[in-house]
């Protein structure tokens, strides 16, 4: 009876050093992945959803005061108009 060795070496084939990596000869190509737009879209699809998640919820009570006050006639005022206009030029500008 024979027992052989668990990953001997074949004599007549040059054996492989641990370790050692084959090089392929020839043209190194580089490899590339393309996008289908409804890939595009989809990801973009699943980031604002993942915005719209994360950002804070609406407070209804809050949302109807608001309309209260914007439906109220004495409340639209100069000064009121010109804070509102600072705190718009401050958040596209600022």
Known sequence: MTIDRIGSIDPIQPGKKPGQVNQVNGSQG?????ISSEAVEKAELYRTQELAAAAPELRAERVAELKEKINDPSYINDRVMNATADKLIDALFG
């Open 30 to 34: 580089r490899d590339s992945i393309s």
